[in-house]
């Protein structure tokens, strides 16, 4: 049976998308979009600065699978263009199928290219074009999926429905990083580090098991109807021929406190899961015969083996999800504003806290750094749940698409793109101790504070609205 949803000005009949095909549709759609996307940052640390950047040089090897990491943020703003195009032109279930199906395939490819050993250097070349076609697909992801859950929403629960995409990250992060977990299970290698096998084929299980996802996620998305206020802009001819170019003359302000206010987010979560996967794991010291004036001053790690720390931020990434669900209606009650407020603060002294819980030679305990984890993925699903509901709601309908997704990517370039390679650069400048990178989150999160003070609130805008935000 399909029940209506009421929109928050719209009458009852319209949209007939039922309550459960909305959140269906938006959590899975961003689930497969980001397992594909964490297949790629697990691998990227594991596997391919060795099976596709060889330098000879660990640092530069792990910079240089980062920067490809970092290529596909880039390629964020522009899928957000195109997507945001054609998703405020011509409606938002073609544009989120298209977005789909980008991602599948370059991800299923990345799973059949040959390694450096193949084909040299030609390798990684193909890699980066595959990652470009990542970050372009999740460049129009996101926005897509928020503006079917936020649209759909009851009148007073936009923040709630918008936590539902948002679920994607931590559900895609445990998927992928799990598969992984019980392949390396499956042929393991000595102590702890991957196994011949697993370096020639069992790392491309996952890429090409994301094809089974896709096929999901296109059967529930093609299910899909326009939403009412899309239409509602339609019938009042407010649809533009180039949204993007509205968006910057009339909307830029709300585009760069957009963009900042995302920023400690990103930053965050990339800090947590990137660098920290590259940081637990890196040995305390120098492995025998390590040649340091050729290969540089070996730079220490916590130690843990790659099952160990794994499993640990998988603890985290639950309080993830977690925080993320709780965020949403207590968005909705406050205000987005004041609880981003309160979290972002907290993202400040979290950073402060890095060196507290992170020393390196053995001082970091196993239960030490679980509990930073979970504090950290706590603030991370408190601060990312409500953006599923306030990025959108900085814009009117008619170039909604393009403004929420623009203002989250063009971020992921000062964020996603650049922490972990910022990262890895602060982490040896200290000489392990990451005092550092917790100074660099803390600096984002004074951006971040300082963009929300200058916004105002928007929980209880008109979502159906067509003209200029006061």
Excluded at 15 to 28: C, E, F, K, Q
Excluded at 53 to 75: C, E, H, K, R, Y
Excluded at 106 to 128: R, Y
Excluded at 190 to 200: I, T, V, Y
Aim: charged letters at 10%.
């Amino acid at each position: 049976m399909t029940t209506a949803v009421q929109t928050p000005s719209g009458p009852a009949s319209q949209p007939v998308n039922s309550r459960s095909r909305v959140i269906t549709a938006s959590l899975v759609g961003t689930t497969i979009e980001f397992y594909d996307f964490y297949a790629y940052a697990t691998a990227a640390v594991l596997v391919f600065p060795a099976l596709f950047f060889p330098t000879g040089n660990p640092t530069t090897a792990l910079l240089a699978s980062f920067a490809t990491f970092g290529a596909a943020m880039v390629a964020r703003p522009i899928g957000a263009i195109v997507f945001g195009h054609f998703g405020d032109r011509f409606g938002r279930k073609a544009t989120l199928v298209a977005s789909l199906l980008t991602m599948g395939i370059a991800t299923f490819l990345i799973g059949l290219l040959p390694t450096f050993q193949t084909i040299g250097w030609f390798a990684a070349f193909l890699l980066l074009i595959m990652r470009l076609a990542q970050g372009f697909a999740l460049g129009g992801e996101w926005s897509g999926a928020a503006l079917v859950a936020t649209e759909n929403a009851p009148a007073g629960k936009r923040a709630l429905y918008g936590t539902f995409p948002q679920l994607g990250a931590p559900i895609g992060f445990i998927i992928a990083n799990g598969l992984f977990l019980i392949i390396n299970f499956s042929m393991p290698g000595e102590n702890g580090a991957p196994s011949e096998a697993f370096l020639a084929w069992g790392w491309r299980i996952p890429f090409l098991f994301s094809a089974v996802m896709v096929i999901v996620g296109l059967w529930v998305r093609l299910k899909l109807v326009e939403s009412a206020s899309f239409e509602k802009a339609q019938k009042q001819g407010a649809i533009k021929r180039f949204p993007l170019g509205e968006t910057f003359r009339r909307y830029w302000k709300q585009l760069i406190l957009g963009t900042f206010i995302m920023l400690a987010t990103y930053v965050l979560f990339y800090l947590l899961t990137s660098f920290m996967l590259s940081y637990g794991t890196k040995a305390q010291a120098a492995p025998e015969g390590y040649d340091a004036a050729a290969s540089g001053p070996w730079v220490p790690g916590l130690g843990f083996t790659y099952v160990e720390f794994v499993l640990m931020q998988i603890v985290g990434v639950v309080f993830f999800g977690i925080f993320t669900i709780v965020a949403g209606p207590l968005a909705d009650r406050l205000g987005r504003r004041k609880v981003l407020i309160a979290v972002t603060i907290g993202i400040i002294v979290f950073g402060a806290l890095f060196p507290v819980f992170l020393l390196p030679q053995g001082a970091a305990t196993g239960p030490l750094v679980i509990f930073f984890l979970i504090l950290g993925f706590a603030l991370m699903g408190s601060t990312f749940g409500p953006m599923g509901a306030l990025l959108p709601e900085l814009f009117p309908t008619h170039v909604r698409y393009t403004g929420s997704a623009v203002a989250y990517n063009v971020s992921s370039i000062l964020g996603a793109a650049l922490a972990p390679m910022v990262a890895v650069v602060l982490w040896a400048a200290g000489g392990g101790n990451p005092w550092l990178v917790g100074l660099y989150l803390s600096g984002a999160g004074v951006l971040t504070l300082v963009a929300l003070i200058l916004s105002r609130e928007t929980k209880d805008v008109d979502y159906d609205a067509v003209e200029i935000l006061p």
